[in-house]
């Protein structure tokens, strides 16, 4: 069963733009934190960003001025705003929800979605 459900990814030229949203797939109780992690061919996956339920942010070095997380709490979505884009940030992006608890649960867990390509072009 599909727990978070992202959408945005696709193909983009060097300096342009794009944005990636991801939703849980069923009622939530409470989520810690919300991020978005990418796996380029042949690398492991990595952290670019990530926030809290209280809207603490991190980003990877190479992400920052560019990239920006965000975060409905009443919706439970999260989204990355990625500007300035470069070849480098092709890969799969995704969604990871910390922390989770849904409210048919009794329990909290991490989840992933199922990635979404990110192709940048120079």
């Known amino acids: 069963q599909v727990q978070l459900v992202e959408s945005g990814g696709g193909l983009v030229q060097a300096g342009g733009s794009l944005r990636l949203s991801c939703a849980t797939s069923r009622r939530v109780f409470s989520i810690n934190a919300m991020g978005w992690y990418r796996q380029a061919p042949g690398k492991q996956r990595e952290l670019v960003a990530v926030i809290t339920s209280g809207g603490s942010t991190n980003y990877a070095d190479s992400v920052k001025g560019r990239f920006t997380i965000s975060r409905d709490n009443a919706r439970n979505t999260v989204s990355l705003q990625m500007n300035s884009l470069k070849s480098e940030d092709t890969g799969v992006y995704y969604c990871?929800?910390?922390?989770?608890?849904?409210?048919?649960?009794?329990?909290?867990?991490?989840?992933w979605g199922q990635g979404t390509q990110v192709t940048v072009s120079s």
């Open positions: 990871k929800a910390e922390g989770l608890t849904y409210l048919s649960d009794s329990y909290a867990s991490d989840y």
